[in-house]
Nanobody, 111 residues
Framework: QVRLVESGGGLVQPGGSLSLSCTASGFTFSIATMHWVRQAPGKEIEWGSGIDRIGRQYYADSVKGRFTISRDNARDTLYLQMNSLKPEDTALYYC?????RGQGTQVTVSS
């Protein structure tokens, strides 16, 4: 079955960087459009970025210019490089494919 496992979250100071990974299994990763979404406490899930099977990237305005989504099809792995982090980036980050999501990894931006 579809399995998505995120890792790499943690606590970082404002202005800092963090890199997330998501390992995928149970489907043909190389042809899937993948996404990163996030959910802050008390808020709805927010779409952040997506990447299609040929590597075209899409970003929400809130993360554009600061976050970079990428993929390694040989490793069935999705990445999210997050730079210039802000306190409002604090959330549980999920990788997603269609209606499937992983368990999430917590990112906290605080001094």
């Amino acid at each position: 079955q579809v399995r998505l496992v995120e890792s790499g979250g943690g606590l970082v100071q404002p202005g800092g960087s963090l890199s997330l990974s998501c390992t995928a299994s149970g489907f043909t990763f190389s042809i899937a459009t993948m996404h990163w979404v996030r959910q802050a406490p008390g808020k709805e899930i927010e779409w952040g970025s997506g990447i299609d099977r040929i590597g075209r990237q899409y970003y929400a305005d809130s993360v554009k210019g600061r976050f970079t989504i990428s993929r390694d099809n040989a490793r069935d792995t999705l990445y999210l490089q997050m730079n210039s982090l802000k306190p409002e980036d604090t959330a549980l980050y999920y990788c997603a494919m269609g209606t499937f999501r992983g368990q999430g990894t917590q990112v906290t931006v605080s001094s």
